[in-house]
């Protein structure tokens, strides 16, 4: 047997050439094997790497070739071989049983040995000093860029297995090994007598040279970086204002930082990254809390590829996974088989959404700006392929977006089976020694939120893509089975399973990252809202709408007219109403279009309702469920597949529909809640695997056209960050059933819920003006005149709160009286309505029985705060009411002016709060505006 001496070097050996005539049967082994690319050490010809023998399970082979995990052998053909046979196995590493020492080397991996004959002997490698693991491998051949064969993970408790594949054809054949998904301890994988049956020359790639290419690539890219502009000096520190009061106005850019590196920052929040010897975030820096958020490397993102799994960028080799010295990088590696960085750009942030921003709206599509950097990625296994992973930097708001797009331009089809967008390594929030993977933890305190969302009221809920996940190469955390959730992932939870032709481009799902500056639940919120009104500034409109349930001609004009003459903005034709979207009667269009100009004519849009789900449509268009083969018991019951012709025709139908009446709003009830389908004929996607990526690029491209030409849209979905205005702030239906006074208190509830972490704008409540889900008499306000004290209490917590309400009935008022006290009101809202559309600050939450209320905030405006207070009891409260005043701006003095009319002066408490004697008449409300 011959003794392994461990080597210090990374790649040795010369390329060498194999020639034959005729067919030959050519043993791997025989070829230079310092040629292969490993991490550590040399592979070794006829042993293993620890220098024993290659036994498998008991069952010991003569021939052969010892590899590491990370691994990978390139072999150059002409295209005349016709075979590749051998076995594979993984070797047990636990032989030795004398003492041992360790080394631990650059990136804190712990390698066993033990001395004998004036040589080091390997035992194994381990991530700990407390254990080698049972060694656990994969193995894979790959031909031309297509997965020929792959194993599943072996044990050393596994016997050997056979390979045997056909190779005509072939040009470059990759072998590679894995760790199997549980690190390197214990592995020694083997290629067991692996052959090539050929006609001509085999030539073992030079890792060395792959190596040379990729320095010199990297020199062309370092000079890039080095035309870039430095990091100013207040780029690098705390910013010196609040960012929630008052804009530090500091543009965003890329920049190179002190150490050489690529910054992209926008004075709030700066990612960092090197791109030798490949691209990296290396820093993850919150200026405004001054702390690094990045514990560690990740790839950039991760593809698979025709079912081969591929990091994109990405650095390894670091020496502990807890924290990272940037002096650590000189002795990092690029990831084996990775996607390689070959370039990069700049670019202005771009839209989106193409929001035209006519109506009244809180923000301008103007005031959002911002950077985009873009780094190329290629592998020399898909030439022709490029991966672009995309930051985008927002002005004034620690945020950044990131997608990633693969465009394929080589000579083959590719499928994207699956892809990561985001891998990120970060500070645990929390360390445990004992707790369990399934327990729950504390999650780092970031806002992180995609647009691949759906089938909820709440982005908590409608979450399908942010995970955290556990790191286990993160060998030093406290917690003893490495169980802590300290990796983010934003991944889809199937597929896309995308087939991707020549000169064809994918993109993914955007995700944007918000770390908050702090634990407090309403600053928080804020940041939330301020994310909002950055990323989808089409939620700040918010049109004055009554929701008609009838679609009789002379109630439409009726309520139009009504609507222009209490300074009403829309007439939504409500479920119930008749209205049919789907109709493209060319005289049905005909008679809606004459109804939407009459409308425009007295300064009144017009929208209308349309269900998607939840209805039954055939056992060829509904969705098929995967459990049973069937339609039926899915999300909503059943529902038409979108990747059906039925979808197409349907969204062809409301198009027609929107394009030839001018109507102004889609209310889409029934969105695309996310549910997959199982068929294998519908039109447009092939199994249950692409079906839920095809469904909802189809919904969202929807929804932006609507959103670019002009059209709101209340959707009870979360599809705010593809277009949509409202959804509902959430409440219980039938809690519209129950009498007047008590739907009042739970309205507020409601809307006192529903404003933490969104702007009042982008919800909708309810009123029911006629009877909704029952209750009778008792709980509508029909007639209006009769109950107008209700119907004003409605409208001022309502729009006091700034979130408007589906007004359900067939008329705003009855009676002239009516008519004045919702023109009056309505005349206070629009005085107030930029106020009363900013951010909620929450000071106490309706209980039934004590005074409750709120204060809008926005210290951009004159009128930076306006608080509602109310009285839910039959007796008049007097009470002291302490105002928190901080997110107006204001720092010593404020002007107050009370719904009397009153105005005076106060000053403001060290804690930026002024106290109020407030006295609420029983059933009532006073606010107060602060200028």
């Known amino acids: 047997m011959n003794n392994l001496l461990f080597q210090l070097i990374l790649l040795v050996g010369l390329c060498s050439t194999v020639t034959a005539q005729g067919q030959q049967k050519i043993k791997l082994g025989s070829l230079s094997l310092g040629k292969i690319e490993q991490p550590y050490l040399t592979a070794t010809k006829d042993i293993a790497v620890d220098g024993k023998a290659i036994v498998i399970n008991g069952e010991k082979y003569t021939t052969g070739i010892g590899t590491l995990p990370g691994s ?149 890219l370092q000079n890039k970086v080095q035309s870039l502009p430095t990091l100013p000096t207040n780029y690098k520190y705390a910013p010196k204002k609040d960012w929630l009061i008052q804009n530090e106005n500091i543009p965003s850019g890329v920049f190179i930082d002190n150490n050489g590196h690529i910054s992209l920052s926008n004075g709030l929040i700066t990612r960092t990254f090197s791109v030798t010897p490949n691209c990296a975030t290396i820093g993850l820096y919150s200026n405004v809390e001054q702390k690094e958020l990045l514990r560690s490397m990740s790839p950039e993102a991760e593809v698979s590829i025709n079912g081969e799994v591929y990091a994109i960028g990405g650095l390894e080799g670091e020496t502990d996974r807890a924290y990272f010295q940037l002096d650590w990088l000189k ?175 994918f993109s993914s799902f955007r995700v944007w990252f918000m770390p908050y500056d702090s634990y ?81 004519s007295k300064g009144i849009e017009l929208g209308g309702y349309s269900l998607l789900s939840s209805r039954w449509i055939s056992d060829d268009v509904d969705v098929i469920n995967p459990k049973t083969g069937k339609r039926g018991g899915m999300i909503h019951g059943s529902s038409p597949c979108l990747g059906t012709e039925w979808a197409d025709n349907y969204f062809k139908k409301l198009r027609t529909f929107f394009t030839e009446t001018g109507f102004d709003l889609l209310e889409h009830d029934g969105s695309y809640p996310g549910q997959v389908c199982a068929s294998n004929n519908h039109k447009h996607h092939k199994d249950v695997h692409d079906s839920q990526w095809y469904a909802w690029s189809k919904i969202t491209d929807f929804y932006k056209w609507c959103n670019s030409n002009d059209i709101s849209m209340n959707i009870p979905d979360w599809y705010y960050l593809s277009g949509s205005n409202k959804n509902g ?94 023109k009056d009101v309505i005349g206070w809202y629009k005085e107030n309505r930029k106020i009363l559309n900013s951010p909620i600050v929450h000071i106490r939450r309706p209980d039934g029985r004590n005074i409750d209320g709120f204060i809008h905030v926005n210290p951009s405006l004159k009128n930076c705060g306006l608080a509602m207070f109310f009285n839910p009891t039959n007796t008049s409260i007097t009470e002291e009411i302490k105002i928190p005043l901080y997110y107006t701006g204001k720092a010593s003095k404020v002007k107050i002016i009370d719904s009397n009319g009153k105005s005076y002066k106060m000053k403001l408490d060290r804690d930026y709060n002024v106290k109020l004697n407030v006295t609420i008449a029983p059933s009532s409300y006073v606010w107060y505006r602060f200028e």
């Open 72 to 220: 990978i052998l390139r072999i150059k053909l002409d295209g005349n071989s016709t075979l590749l046979e051998g076995r594979v196995g993984v070797k047990n590493s636990i032989e030795y049983k004398g003492p041992v020492k360790h080394e631990t080397l650059s990136d804190g991996l712990k390698m066993f040995y033990y001395n004998g004959n004036d040589s080091k002997y390997l035992v194994a490698f381990a991530e700990t000093l407390d254990r080698i693991q049972k060694g656990t491998c994969r193995f894979q051949i790959v031909g031309d860029g297509k997965v020929l064969w792959k194993s599943n993970v072996l044990s050393t408790t596994d016997n050997s297995i056979p390979f045997r594949i056909s190779i005509d054809g072939i040009k470059e054949l990759v072998l590679t090994v894995d760790d199997g998904g549980d690190g390197i301890s214990g592995d020694l994988p083997c290629w067991i007598d692996p052959v090539i049956t050929t006609g001509s020359k085999v030539t073992l790639v030079d890792h060395f040279k792959v190596q040379s290419n990729t320095i010199a690539k990297n020199n062309t």
């Open 331 to 505: 002795s990092m590696r690029s990831m084996p088989n990775a996607f390689t960085v070959q370039d990069f750009r700049i670019s202005p942030l771009q839209k989106r959404v193409d929001w035209k921003n006519k109506r009244w709206s809180l923000v301008s599509k103007d005031q959002v700006k911002g950077k985009t950097l873009t780094f190329i990625y290629g592998h020399k296994d898909y030439p022709g392929v490029a991966i672009e992973v995309n930051y985008a930097i927002y002005d004034n708001v620690p945020l950044i977006e990131k997608w990633i797009a693969i465009e394929n331009n080589s000579e083959n089809n590719i499928i994207v089976d699956s892809f990561k967008s985001e891998i990120i390594a970060l500070f645990e929030e929390e360390s445990s020694v004992e707790r369990g993977k399934s327990d729950r933890w504390n999650y780092p305190n970031i806002h992180i939120e995609s647009d691949y969302a759906f089938h909820a009221m709440s982005f908590a809920s409608s979450n399908k893509v942010v995970n955290w996940v556990t790191d286990k190469k993160y060998t030093s955390q406290a917690n003893y089975n490495l169980n802590t959730p300290c990796v983010l992932e934003c991944k889809p939870p199937i597929g896309p399973s995308v087939s991707l032709n020549r000169n064809s481009k």
């Open 520 to 600: 407090d639940k309403q600053r928080k919120g804020l940041e939330q809202n301020r994310f909002y009104m950055t990323v989808a500034p089409w939620t700040t409109e918010n049109p004055i709408f009554l929701h008609l349930v009838s679609s009789k001609p002379k109630d439409i004009k009726n309520a139009i007219d009504q609507a222009s003459e209490v300074g009403y903005e829309m007439v939504i034709l409500s479920f119930g109403s008749g209205l049919n979207m789907e109709n493209s009667d060319p005289k049905y269009l005909k008679k809606y279009k004459k109804l939407a100009d009459y409308a425009h």
């Open 729 to 822: 702030i959430g409440y219980r239906e039938v809690n519209w059933s129950l009498p007047r006074e008590r739907q009042l208190v739970i309205g507020r509830q409601n809307n006192y819920d529903g404003t933490w972490k969104r702007l009042p704008s982008m919800s909708w409540t309810f009123v029911p003006l006629t009877q909704y889900h029952g209750g009778g008499a008792a709980a509508t306000i029909e007639p209006l005149s009769e109950h107008l004290q209700t119907y004003k209490a409605h409208m001022m917590q309502n729009y006091g709160s700034g979130v408007q309400a589906c007004y359900r009935g067939k008329r705003l008022y009855d009676t002239d009286k009516t008519k004045e006290v919702v």
